[in-house]
């Protein structure tokens, strides 16, 4: 499976938006990707995903590259409930299971 | 319910005795997924279910690891004569299949072996 780049640790301040950046170089054209987040105790939750094209939800924003070789989360306004580690997954198609491939993800901190 | 359940919550475990975690995924739900998360890491795959069938039980770190789905919805994970280096958070998730859907996670069990 393809794998990804995030940073460590980032910080951000409260109300102010946040671009976790994320480097998969090796995609392939039928990788979606995915990405999670994990509040402290809880499992995985879903944030977004997207294949080629920009994608807006509830949640955030995602940016695709035009090489598609690395995406960034956009959360427009953090708050403190979004301090969580964010992952960056791609999900193959041709996998059997589609499964997720998690990484170390980037642990956000977010300061009021 | 309308998420992922799994139970129990937490177990603590004697080395040696043998465990089983369940996992009830959404209705409906053709893949089954199953993690081991160490404290501070990411998730790692253990094994995988369409339907009843298991695709993919690379991950599995033992034979002492089993896991069965055996009518297409809810799942076991065993864990057999246990070690200490078994203790962790165990994910389950669901998802219909493809690459384009969104995995559902549970809490999590958190396993303890002294």
């Known amino acids: 499976d393809a794998k990804t780049t995030q940073p460590n640790s980032m910080e951000s301040n409260e109300e102010e938006p946040v671009h976790l950046p994320c480097n998969h170089s090796t995609i392939s054209g039928t990788d979606y990707i995915h990405w999670y987040r994990q509040l402290p105790s809880q499992g995985p939750e879903y944030v977004i995903h997207?294949?080629?094209s920009n994608v807006n939800n509830r949640m955030a924003s995602l940016a695709i590259a035009e090489d598609r070789k690395s995406s960034t989360l956009i959360l427009h306004r953090a708050t403190l409930r979004d301090a969580a580690v964010y992952y960056c997954?791609?999900?193959?198609?041709?996998?059997?299971?589609?499964?997720?491939?998690f990484g170390g993800g980037t642990r956000l901190m977010v300061k009021p | 319910g309308a998420g992922v359940s799994q139970s129990p919550r937490y177990k603590v475990a004697k080395r040696g005795q043998d465990v089983a975690l369940r996992c009830d995924p959404i209705s409906g739900h053709v893949s089954l997924f199953w993690y081991q998360q160490a404290l501070g890491q990411g998730p790692e795959f253990l094994t995988y279910?369409?339907?009843?069938?298991?695709?993919?039980k690379s991950g599995l770190p033992s034979d002492r690891f089993f896991a069965e789905r055996p009518e297409g919805s809810v799942s076991t994970l065993k864990i057999q004569r246990t070690q200490q280096e078994d203790s962790a958070v165990y994910l389950c998730?669901?998802?219909?299949?493809?690459?384009?859907?969104?995995?559902?996670f549970g809490q999590g069990t958190r396993l303890t072996v002294v």
């Open positions: 998730a669901s998802s219909f299949w493809g690459a384009n859907t969104e995995a559902f």
């Open positions: 997207g294949l080629t």
């Open positions: 279910f369409q339907n009843e069938a298991q695709l993919d």
């Open positions: 997954i791609l999900r193959a198609v041709n996998n059997a299971g589609n499964m997720l491939t």
